[in-house]
């Protein structure tokens, strides 16, 4: 069984510190992927990264970016420079290889609620 | 239209009512998914459309009963709902391709659905 654990539920943080958010998942499969998605107020989710099990290459986009460690099942997500506009709930989801294609669901962590204090 | 669109919004129903929720993608993709999100819980998935059939129930309630008449829509029936019912029912599609790749969800606003 797959699990994602976001064990940071909410953290408050003034603007432009930095901010790392926790990652740990659970599988037994060896492929798998990796996403991180945020949660603005208005509900939509939008998708940030994905992030394949064999690929451990660190990504930066702008003030994001992701440390993925396999050794440790993590997948962490750094904010730099935080900006008020990132507030915002964040989560982290898993998916187990689906070989030879189709369609599988995402297991998701309960998510962290970033706070940016003006 | 872009992405992908739920409607209504905002549903408030009792619980003998029966009442349909709808979402359109404007994608291109060829599955689409129900996923469930409570107070305080992770999000659930509920079902899976793949290529237009169902591939996961993941043991939903019978008083929750999808439909996806093509690729680009999907819509969730439900009857008689309990107050627990009550959450932010979010649809999601995606571009199934064969191999091992996997492609990431895209997702619409969401149905507040709130079950008096």
């Known amino acids: 069984a797959q699990k994602v654990t976001q064990a940071q539920t909410e953290i408050s943080v003034v603007e432009k510190e930095d901010v790392t958010l926790d990652c740990v998942y659970e599988t037994r499969d060896t492929t798998y992927y990796l996403f991180w998605y945020k949660q603005p107020p208005s509900g939509e989710l939008v998708f940030l990264i994905r992030?394949?099990?064999?690929?451990?290459q660190n990504e930066i986009s702008g003030r994001y970016s992701w440390n993925f460690q396999k050794s440790t099942s993590s997948f962490n997500f750094t904010i730099t420079a935080s900006q008020v506009v990132d507030s915002a709930v964040y989560f982290c989801a898993l998916s187990e290889a689906y070989s030879g294609g189709g369609a599988d669901g995402l297991t998701f962590g309960k998510g962290t609620h970033l706070i940016i204090q003006p | 239209e872009t992405g992908v669109t739920q409607t209504p919004r905002h549903l408030v129903m009792g619980m003998t009512n029966k009442k349909s929720l709808k979402c359109e993608q404007h994608?291109?993709?060829?599955?689409m998914y129900w996923y469930k999100q409570s107070a305080k819980k992770p999000l659930e998935l509920m079902f899976v459309?793949?290529?237009?059939?169902?591939?996961e129930n993941n043991s939903v309630p019978s008083r929750f009963s999808p439909e996806c008449p093509n690729s680009s829509h999907l819509f969730l029936h439900l009857h008689t709902l309990q107050p627990e019912d009550s959450a932010l029912y979010l649809c999601?599609?995606?571009?199934?391709?064969?191999?091992?790749?996997?492609?990431?969800?895209?997702f619409g606003p969401g149905t507040r659905l709130t079950v008096l």
């Open positions: 459309y793949s290529l237009e059939e169902r591939v």
């Open positions: 994608l291109g993709h060829n599955a």
């Open positions: 992030r394949n099990s064999f690929d451990e």
């Open positions: 999601a599609s995606s571009r199934v391709t064969s191999g091992s790749s996997y492609n990431e969800q895209f």
